[in-house]
């Protein structure tokens, strides 16, 4: 089943190609700036329209940043990933317990000295429990974090029926990094590589 069609467009500048996104896929949108990445996740989650994009599921954009904690909660001792999870999922420890396995964090971890790839993984466990369609990011993580992350996801869909787009800046060090997704799409800027 179709969960997102795209007709080739420009978008603000870029060259959209032509796709499909179905249930149970990851697809690795492969983009030259974390700028654009910002732009194209709003018109594939909906927030801006475009006629040639075709949203059939409503998608979510994991937002890694998004653990917030208050002055009272860090002096209350309230700051540790077990109060960030079980405060966003009351009524189900073995949600809370399940997504703390996969994510690979200890409870009585500060949420403020959580490392990146550790972060990531966490937000975006978060994020399936509330949308098996997700668009997340692998900006600034290593290649073994992000391929770590990508396995997740990849099982994660698969159980839940859902769909993911893995927003890709593919350099890491200078080196072209590409993950081992179902469907690999490059935006580019037009007449990119004419001189």
């Known amino acids: 089943m179709v969960v997102l069609r795209t007709k080739e467009a420009l978008i603000e500048g870029r060259h959209l190609p032509e796709f499909e996104l179905n249930q149970g896929e990851l697809m690795s949108l ?31 954009f994991v ?16 700051d540790l990933v077990r109060h960030l999870v079980q405060k966003e999922f009351k009524d189900s420890n073995q949600t809370v317990e399940s ?9 009585d971890w500060r949420i403020r000295g959580l490392a990146g790839n ?13 949308s098996s369609c997700i668009i997340y990011d692998v900006t600034g993580m ?15 869909i698969k159980t839940r029926g859902g769909a993911a787009i893995e927003m890709n800046v593919p350099t890491f060090n200078g080196k ?17 590589n004419k001189v």
């Open 30 to 60: 492969l983009v030259e700036s974390l700028e654009f990445e910002l732009i194209l996740k709003d018109y594939l989650t909906g927030k801006k329209q475009n006629p040639n994009v075709e949203l059939l599921k409503s998608f979510v």
């Open 63 to 78: 937002e890694h940043t998004s653990f917030k904690v208050t002055l009272i909660d860090r002096l209350l001792g309230r």
């Open 99 to 107: 997504i703390m396995e996969k994510a690979q964090v200890s409870a």
């Open 118 to 130: 550790p972060r990531r993984i966490l937000a975006t466990l978060m994020a399936l429990e509330h």
């Open 142 to 156: 290593d290649p073994l974090g992000a391929e770590r992350l990508h396995q997740i996801v990849q099982e994660e």
């Open 176 to 192: 072209r990094f590409l993950p081992k997704a179902d469907k690999l799409v490059e935006i580019k800027m037009p007449n990119h």
